[in-house]
């Protein structure tokens, strides 16, 4: 398998109950593994309140933290439009448009700058041949590229729908029930 990274899966009805109707950003996918962010699915917790437990110190903007994944919810990930943020020092970018750190620092100095960002806690893995294994099976479609506007603006409730209608081709937003194509 080559590295890869960047890029994102649609989970369909045959994916696993708890990625059921999610969008992942895959960041990194190899021979040791793959790690990705689930994007569409609010924490319980508060923007300001992770972002007070991870030490990032800039005023927090309104709103949630994400559910990165199942994996480590106890470090956070913050991802950014590298459209309207330079990129800081520890991060890296996974498109063109689209940044990632772990780092506080780096977290703080994207807070600071006012651009679009999601905080995420924890992540998604797999071992290595699992995530191509599952592609096989049908549980995901790998979408021809990222578009960072369903990244960062399209609203989180729509983000699957619209995602789905991406990787099928269908016009967004659809009317129906986006499942259906799949079926």
């Known amino acids: 398998m080559d590295p890869d990274e960047g890029f994102l899966l649609v989970a369909t009805p045959q994916a ?3 990625h059921r109707e999610t969008v992942v950003l895959v960041a990194v996918h190899g021979e040791e593994g793959s ?15 992770a972002a ?22 106890d470090i956070g990930w913050m991802l950014f439009d590298a459209r309207t943020c ?8 996974l498109t063109p448009e689209v940044g990632v750190t772990a ?18 806690l924890g992540h998604v893995t797999w ?4 995530l191509e294994e599952e592609i096989r099976a049908g549980a995901w479609i790998r979408a021809a590229q990222v578009d ?6 399209t609203p ?3 983000r699957w729908s619209d995602a789905t209608c991406d990787v099928l081709g269908m016009p967004r937003p659809w009317l129906g029930i986006a499942r259906f194509a799949m079926a």
């Open 52 to 73: 007070h437990d991870l030490g990032i110190e800039a005023p927090p903007p309104e709103g949630p933290a994400y559910f990165g994944g199942l994996t480590r919810p």
């Open 16 to 18: 696993a109950d708890e």
């Open 127 to 130: 071992e290595p041949g699992d």
């Open 86 to 93: 330079i990129e800081p020092d520890d991060s890296c970018l």
């Open 156 to 158: 989180i409730a729509r």
């Open 35 to 49: 790690l990705g962010f689930v994007l569409n699915r609010p924490s319980i917790r508060s923007f300001a309140e």
């Open 148 to 153: 960072p506007g369903l990244v960062f603006e």
């Open 103 to 120: 780092a506080p620092e780096a977290m703080s100095a994207i807070v600071r700058a006012g651009g679009a960002l999601l905080l995420l």
